[in-house]
């Protein structure tokens, strides 16, 4: 009965270890590449992929070529354990990367502390686990960081207001964006500001009509969203389907720059710790070159993230030397600094405490009659 | 699951007791030993990852037996798996974060949240049947993971809930080798206790329940009593999955228990091969490696780095051609290939049962 | 007069998805979980028009209108023929693994990312004010109009029809109705058809609306408690169904609280199942065994 | 013969079956005597329960009043209660007959008044309704008790007994009790009746005394002494009625190790064989050829590579099977047969329930060797005896193998003298023969002579030293051509085809053979699904074309081992069952074919064969002169 199926899958994978790459550096990603959440993690995998090729082809790091090796959960916290779990001892990646929901964190993170692997957030959200004092295993490439997007959105809303603040929150009904809308409500009163009221969204929804009708109705002069893209935007159209014409700031995911363009909003502004496309920058050539030779189906302003994680992990590895192993990753990891060649606002810069980034930019940008321009620039915050 | 006669000759029984004994023939309790001697060996040749994937295939076991009980034995259908499972492992959670509960008081407290569950799911099935129970199954779960997620966000623990790893005796169980050897235990035991209930007079009333209610009822089975039993019992089954499932992972979150988790255990027991334990066995084993197996064997195509970014929407896909091609083609499931290919021995050399319409 | 709208086109979004249940139902006693998917697909299928038809919105909208019902047919051909006589719960199942099927084929071709047919079709979304200071969109209004148009051709299909006698005598008692001549792989297929249609319309409106993301299925499956709460068996029901749903749900998102949205419509059911478990306008039933 | 076993079996002659049991009770009371089933268990009877049981029924049946010598007659299937309400009665001395269940009421008639019982105990209601009718009609009949009284609600009838009632109605007997009721019994009295199956006119009785029984039936076991040295199981199926039932069920248990298995229902015999995978087995031909036919057809219908393995194993063994008969296999051969029949006859084997056996005794007609054959390419030990219901319960001879070359009945058994008559005929001679036929001195005084030799009525030979039976002297047939044959060898030889049930041979006086053709109707049922050959019933798949042409290749298949003359020119298929319980139907309980009644049943099929152009002719060309 079950001795054969398992018997049957052991001879399956048996035969499809793949030849273990002696001389590479092996990493291993375990991500949302598939499912409803794929849209955001998707495309850094994929930019991700397109950098290392790119290092590859240029003669890899220390001479040596670095392998992906990417696994898809799904989303699911059960499947990302399990991938983390094959590519630590199947696959003896020295590095694991999640670019996957939040969800999975938890799991991941007990695989690789306890295979002692070193554990990069590559696309998603960072945990807070990486802020000082850090987590020693746990590195984080990526832009948005909970509290501290808060607090520079509610910042740049306080400057540009005019006048008194009445500030309307929208959500996701996902504990990380519920979350951080909390604390970003508090932080709203703290700093003055009214907090009229909180939408948390389920994320299957027909129809956003009805929450955006509570929200006009409580008659806020500013909106704020952290949430995935859809909660953002399609809470913004609703709002403005019913005519509320105020203010509305939100998260700068990686579909901004292409939903910019698209909705032509003067009053939307988005708030990016990435530099968009837009500014035309030689990174963004490079990016957008690669992108269009590998053929990718997702657009190049997409692949700043995964172009970044890139970036850390070639600075990671060189750090490390050859043969690296995950402790002698781990300590090139604790003292990096990644030249981020504009964009971001700084290079990323990890110490033994401090896995996030010592410190962090946010730019704002909006729709201009015609373009997308920056309505702030890089604003810096210390990271403690 | 019950053989009127066992399957080799020579095996006459002088008492019920025999009669009632699980293992008759000599090769089944040969077989029986072979099996408990791989099982027993294969976590030590078995790399970490294919243990991980036993112990996932162990924990679906449990889950698919306790479902295969109400579904496929009494049949209620259940589209409320998950929403079970979640309740088990978010009991484990909540005990262990609020009052650092050990692994001995969540284990039973889990077992009745299931019962108490069990009791709620299972009262829709005194007036509801199929598909409408399904659905009302459906609601409950939603309800479950409404809540989980409440807890987890006014709690904080907006990445999950975490876990500490259970310790027995002492003994903290943290290596993976342990973790198969006490799931091994539990999805045994599981399936003992199901053999058990299913020849017991509870089994006969529930298949009695599934062949015709009305004439059930007229043998004087407890309609009502019985249905509300199926759904107890395998909610509480289930729900110590859904611990032992906290346990093993160490954390819970809501995003683990969605739908389509009802529709794998579904799909295990449906592939697997309805009215069966074995059945559950095999569908839970081939929905859990399933999905791994693919990956793997799309990954054995040439120039599969090229396809990076597709590989995993074909794996997607192609579990559903699979699950499709076998309800198409194969509409008792695992089971039913592997009564064939058990027949084929059995029946060797003949192709049927010879002598089966011999009168004297 | 907001909320009021806001009741009235969320309505008609589940009425709309609500019907492609009924009509399978109906016929066939089979529940189509892949529902959600084949409405993801038809919203799709107007991606890819709007690439072959560059420029005539109204011609790609009408190809994929067109495809969409070749789609339903075909599921059914190749498909759902083959579950005939199997239990009720495996055809369930097959429809499930038609739904992942769909999901996986939809990423692989049309990536994951959010996409906007009305922008590939070029057209725009306008929002009207009415009286009272409501506002509704322009693919809002049309989804409306389309789902009461729907309605209503279906009910007079089915009233009067020939095919649609045949549908309600399929429905009925599938033996007489094979026995007195009718094509019951005809009616099936049919109902597929128009199932899907009808799905793929509500697809192709909403993400004209909204857009279009690999999460849309989702949506299918709050439509369901609409269908069951006005009975799985019967259009009118449906669409009473649906605007019983839709006004639970938004006044309690406007009133009470937006989190229980997700769990309401289930609630509802739930209440409903314990009084009339063959919903409101549903035949009295004993439905298959597993 | 040894001395010691000569003792023995003085000793034997000189006690009673009653008698032993209650020794076997008082030394091994402990030691399995017999397996019951019963709702699904083999309910363990030991010798003290079984004398216990026996002891608690003949007090019952004692305070029915059966005195000394009265008759009392069994009718049902085999069962472990016929057992012990036989050993019962006769432990009160009462002399017991059985009747065949199969038997016609006319024919329960007969017996009831030939025997004069004056209980009639039966074993459930379906019996009670046979005797009802002419209960009372009978004179001597007082009493009928039914065992299994399930479905005997509103039975209402004065002489009706329920047997639990009588047993609840008298205190329970002990072993004492039941041992000073058996000191009355002498060896020497008359114990049982057994009515043989005459193929021509009525079945007469014939009677046994206890010593001579218990004396006679020891033949069997001196002559398979495996009986006595080690313990066996085996399955009790046949008819206890049978003078063969009764020493497996009854008295072969007493004197040898034999442990005999009662299935639930004779219907489930073949459940039963699996379960019990007995070690000995007596058998008739019928059955044997039965399952071998059942093998062959359930081979000829396996999937392909099934069939290949079955044929490539038998390419093997039938040549090894010749080697053993010969005795001439070398040590390689034995290992590859050993193999082959591992793989591939043991799985067959095994399906029966044949796989453990170490020994069957054929009997109660000739097997054809065709069959016997088979069973040993099997690795089935199946040897051949010959005996008669007049030898008391023991046989005149029998091969011993281990597996003999078929085509004998082997050699005489210790304590018989066989000689052969000048005609051929067997006579036997030995101190344990029957006491005569029961009121029938003229039928007694034909058989057995004043000089003590008994005419078996069957024509044999010596070969070799092992006895070989031609025919039965009663039963040959001359054609119009003047040649003597055996019908009843012809008919052994077609019946060796698995879809041919019975076959009935016809030709006395006339040009050449003919035969009707009883088909086997599960195996050709079998054939005709294999080959999409669509029939309702059992006449409808006689009528078919295709079935009369399998019958055909066949019959050509024996013409083809037969010589000119025995050869079979035409066929008829029977188009319904033959059934012995049917009144007037022209076979006996024991299916045996009475050859006359045959021919005024089918006489339109029989002479449907015969052309007879010729007579007519000439009929016609002389019609005129034999009228003036």
Redesign the interface.
Known sequence: ???????G??A??A??I?ASAQDAYVVGLTGA????P??TY??A??AL?LYIDRVNAAGGVNGKKIQLI???D??????A??NT??L???DKAVLILNAS???????VI?ETQ?AGVPLLFASSVC?KSVYPPAEPLQFCTTGFAANYDSQATLDFIKARAKGPVKIGFSAM????S??EI?YAENLSKEMGMTPVDK?????????????A??LK?AGPNWVYSWAP??TQV?TL?AL????WQDDYVAWGHL?AESELS?LKDGKFFVVNSNALFQEALPIHKEIEEAAKKAG???PAA?MAEGWIAGMAIEAALKGAGWPADPAKLKASMENLKVDTKGLRGGPIEWTKDNHFRTKLYYRVYTWSGDKISRVQDWKSYDVK | MFRPTPRASGYFRTDYAQDLALLQTRAERIGLAALVAILVTLPFVATPFLLDLACQVFLASIGALSLMLLTGYAGQISLGHAGLIAAGAFTTGILTREIHAPFWLTLPASALTGVVLGLVFGLPSLRLRGLYLAVSTLALHFIVIYLGGEYETKRGFSTGILIEKPSLGGFKLTDGRAWYFVLLIFAAATLLICVNLLRSRSGRAWRAIHARETVAEALGISISGYKLLAFVISSAMTSVAGCLFAYYRGVVSIEAFDLFLSIQYVAMIIIGGMGSLLGALLGAAFVTVFPYAIEALLKLLPNVQKLAGDIFAVNYASFGVVMILFLILEPLGLVGIWRRLQNYFLLWPFKYKPLAGTRK | MQLLINIVVLASIYALIACGYVLIYRVSRVLNLAHGELMMFGAYLVLACSSLFAGHPVMALCAAVILSIVTGALVYIFLMRKMTGEMVLAAILTTVALGILVRGVVVLVWSSQQQYPAQALGISNPTFTLPGDGHISLWSLVLVLTNLAAYGALFGFLRFGRWGMRMRAAGQNPLLAAQRGINLHGVYALAWSLSTLTGALAGILMALDSGVTGSMPVIALKAFPAALVGGLDSLGGALIGALIVAGAEVLLIYYVDPLLSDVVPFLVLVAMLFVRPWGLFGTREELDRV | MTASATVYRERLRRTTAPHLLCERARVTPDSVAFRSKHFGIYRERRWRDYAALVAHAASALQSLGIGRGERVAIMGDVCEEWMICDLAAQSLGAIVYGIYPTASAAEVEYQMRDGGACVFIAEDQEYVDRILPFADQLPDLRTIVVLDDSAMFGYEHPKLRRFGELLDAVAKADLGWLEAQVALVSADDPAFIVYTSGTTGHPKGALVSHGKHLAATDTVVSHYPTLREKPHRTVVFLPMCHVLGRDVAITLPLISQLVPHFGEDPEDFAVTLFEVAPTVLFMVPRYLQKFASHVLVGILNSSRIKRAAHDFAMRFARPYATRRWNGGSNIVQDAIYRLVRLAVFKPILNKLGFDQLELVVSGGASLPAETMALWHVYGVNVVEMYGQTEEAGGIIAGQRGPFPRPGNVGTAVDGIDVRLAEDGEVLVRSPDLFDGYWRNDEATREVKGADGWLRTGDVGEWRGGALRLIDRARDFMVTAGGKTISPSFIENTLRASPYVAEAVVFGHGRKYLTAIIEIDFDTVADWARANDVAYTGFTSLTAHPRIARLIEIEIDKANASLARVEQIKSFRILPKALDPEEEGEPVTPTRKVKRKLMYERFKVLIEGMYDDSDERLIAAGVGGVLAG
């Open positions: 009965m079950l001795k054969r199926t398992l018997l899958a052991i399956i994978c035969l499809t793949p590449l598939t499912g409803p794929s849209s998707a495309p995998v994929d992929g990417l696994e898809d799904g989303a699911q916290p059960s499947k354990a399990a779990k094959k630590i001892t199947q929901l939040s969800s999975t964190y938890a799991p007990a306890a945990p009904a996902i504990p990380l519920r979350g909390d939408e948390v969204i389920p994320p299957p929804t027909a129809d956003y009509t009805s929450f009708t509570k109705d893209w859809v399609r159209e403005r389907k019913l005519g579909e698209r990718s189906k997702y997409t």
